[in-house]
Each structure stands twice: as C-alpha cells, then as structure tokens.
C-alpha cells in the first residue's frame, strides 16, 4: 500500500510540473532514439555483411593465380599474373581432396559483344557446370550449359541481367545468336540479377558464362586459368581444406621441391568474413557509444530537474516526515519519480527510434535492423538512467531535517 500510495504522489507531483516533466522525458527519448536508431544501424551494416559474403558462395575458397616475380632487367606488366595454374589443377584437387566437394575453374577477359548494329563490353567467364552451384548464379530463363556441352567445347552462352537489357531490349534472348568478339554464340538462359560485387568495383550483371573448354580454346587462346572457386564440403573445415589444397598445388608446381614460394593466393571466406565483421563491430561500438552520450544527456536533464523538485518540495517533505512518513517513504516517493521520468522516456523514445530507424532504412543506402533485443536494451537503458540518475535526489530528500523543512516555508 505504501509503494501504491509514494506511486500515486510522484504521479501528481509530475502532474503539477508539466512543462518540467515534458523537457525531462525529452531529453532521455532523445537518448533512447539515438540508442536505438545507431543499434538497428549496426544491426543492418552486419547483416549486410554476411549477406554480401554469403552472395560470394557456401563455404567458399578461392584460389587465385599469384603475381609474376619480378626478375632484374626484365619487363613486368602492372597486374601480371603466372601462368601455372590449370584446369589440370583443378581435376588434381577434385581428385585428391577429401574436403573439397565442388571446384569451378575459371578464366575471364572484358571482351565487345555485338548483335546487329548493338555492342557493349562485358566480362565473359569461361567456367564449368559447378560454378552456378558454388557461386549461387542461377538461371532467370532458360538454362545452364551441360557438362556434355563444355567437354565438347559447344558454343553456347549465359548471359547476365544488363547484358540482356543492353543487348536485347523488350526481347527474349534465349535462342537467339550473339557475337562474343568473333566468335557466335547461341543464348541458352539469363542469369538472375544480383547487381555489384562486393567490394563494389564489379557488375556482377554485366557478365557472359560460357564452356571453359570454348572459352579457352576458341576465345581466349589460353591454356591457363585466373581462378579456381571450391566449396568445402564442412564449414568446420575450412582451414584444413586451405592447407590440403595448398599442399596439393605446392605438390603439382613442384614448389617444394625447389623450395619456392607458392605461385598462387588463397582466399578464405570466413577470414574475409571476420575482417568485414570486425570492422563492423568497430563501427557499432563508435556509433553506439554516441548513442550513450546522448542518453547520459538525458539523465543529466533528470538530475537536474529531480535536484530541483527537491529543493522546491523541502516543505511538502518535512510536513510529511512529521505526520508520520518515514524516510524511506520519501526516499522510495523521489526514486519512483525518476523512474516514470525513465520509463516514460523510453516509451516516447522507442516510438522516435522506430521512426528514425525506418527513415534510415528508406530514404539512405544504409540499412537498419530493429530487433527485440535492441528494443529491450533501450527501454532497460531508459530505466537505468532514471534509477542512477534518480538516486542522488531521492537520498538528499530522504536526508532533509523536517525541523528544517518546515522551517522554509
């Protein structure tokens, strides 16, 4: 009854000071939104992460041919890269690999295409069948080449979703010819769009697939390879499948037999992975922090406003403690004070977080994540504040001599 009754004075006493407890919540909604907003920001940026690494492919390494070694008095092109890597390589750590489960070789060269009185220029990608699977490319129309097509070197291409609209406008491109360089190709399906890379550099739409044999031979004129992307089979072992596949090329380029370095690079996907999510952690930290500041703001606003009921209430509390109230009744009336003054914020707060939140989410390239949890951190923060901040006053009122008290009136 007593937790009732201090309940329903702070209630009035609140009531009586409107303007006052209008500025107070403001100051902690303030704090919450900025709380909540820069949290659902950090949310959104890590899942857009994962998602962007997740769009590379499952349980992804990549292999890459290593940089020429620059020798004294000979030429090297800015970029070059050896030659040593082959689909030979590839076959070997099908073969050998007891981790890999799928490996796509892969050559590509910004190359004209032309249809009619139509060109652009878009990178074509000489691959096999599993590259749709561990790249996640999939078909829009039509289909994929067939492992019978690469192996007889068929002329027959996939293309990306802007290839099309440039190269075909208002038209369906599956059986129709175009020209890749020279050379015809027959359209056989249209991948799903999937728009940049993502370091951001590459359009990923803006790309033709076609046989690694036909890329190789009839394309390029190559017999070597720039990439070669393998699935590992358990996500659990991706570093031992790094090892064995490195172990397997450093074996095939008898690099261990003239005890060279290795002539190619290797890119693990849960190590880009945890770089992107450390960044993004930094990033959560600084812009949650802000968020605290703001809402420490909004506690100080409570202390202030709190010290000052106290110091106008000192009549209201001696007359109190001398009709029988005790203390702690005066103590737990103050605190229950700064407590609605919390809550209420944080109520209000929530409801301008939301609205911020999905601002950010529509009208900015940002993204912004609203969970239950974050929800509930804001709220429990806004609590927090009007508890820490709503200690001090309430001890000062509690420790008024009511003699004294009376004696201001």
Do not use: C
């Not at 940089?67 to 073969?95: C, F, H, K, S, Y």
């Not at 070197?153 to 440039?166: E, K, Q, T």
């Not at 930290?285 to 209430?313: D, Q, Y």
Request: aromatic fraction near 6%; charged fraction near 20%.
């Amino acid at each position: 009854m007593r937790l009732l009754r201090n309940v329903a004075l702070s209630r009035k006493a609140l009531w009586r000071h409107r303007t006052r407890t209008v500025l107070a919540l403001g100051g902690t909604a303030v704090g919450v939104a900025a709380v909540l907003a820069m949290i659902a920001i950090g949310e959104g940026a890590e899942r857009a992460v994962v998602a962007r690494i997740g769009a590379l492919g499952r349980n992804l390494l990549v292999v890459s041919a290593g940089p020429q070694e620059r020798v004294p008095g000979r030429r090297v092109a800015r970029g070059a890269t050896v030659q040593t890597l082959t689909v030979a390589d590839r076959d070997a750590i099908i073969e050998q690999s007891s981790l890999i489960a799928l490996a796509a070789p892969s050559q590509d060269r910004p190359i004209q295409l032309n249809l009619g009185d139509r060109s652009t220029t878009a990178t074509v990608r000489g691959t096999t069948v599993d590259y749709e699977t561990i790249r996640d490319f999939r078909t829009a129309e039509g289909r994929y080449f067939t492992a019978e097509e690469n192996r007889a070197g068929m002329r027959v291409a996939v293309i990306g979703a802007r290839v099309r609209d440039r190269m075909f406008p208002g038209e369906t491109p599956v059986g129709q010819s175009l020209r890749i360089g020279r050379v015809p190709f027959e359209v056989i399906g249209v991948l799903e769009a999937k728009g940049l890379s993502i370091t951001g550099g590459t359009d990923e739409d803006a790309q033709v697939i076609i046989p690694i044999t036909t890329a190789l031979r009839r394309v390029f004129n190559l017999d070597y390879l720039s990439l070669i992307y393998l699935e590992v089979a358990d996500p659990a072992m991706m570093n031992a499948a790094e090892s064995e596949v490195a172990a397997i090329l450093r074996e095939r380029h008898r690099l261990n037999r003239r005890n060279q370095p290795d002539d190619f690079r290797m890119q693990n996907q849960n190590l880009v992975l945890a770089a992107e999510l450390e960044t993004v952690s930094s990033f959560r930290f600084m812009i949650t922090g802000m968020g605290a500041v703001a809402l420490v703001v909004g506690g100080v606003g409570i202390l202030s406003i709190m010290l000052l009921s106290v110091r106008e209430r000192r009549s209201e509390i001696g007359l109190r403690v001398a009709v029988g109230a005790r203390r702690q009744d005066i103590w737990t009336q103050f605190l229950v004070e700064a407590l609605t003054l919390g809550g209420a914020g944080g109520l209000a707060g929530l409801g301008l977080g939301l609205a911020a939140a999905w601002v950010v989410a529509t009208f900015t390239e940002w993204s912004a994540v609203v969970t239950i949890p974050s929800v509930v951190m804001a709220v429990a923060s806004a609590l927090a504040v009007g508890l820490v901040f709503g200690v001090y006053p309430a001890q000062r009122a509690a420790s008024w001599d009511p003699i004294e008290a009376l004696r201001t009136e």
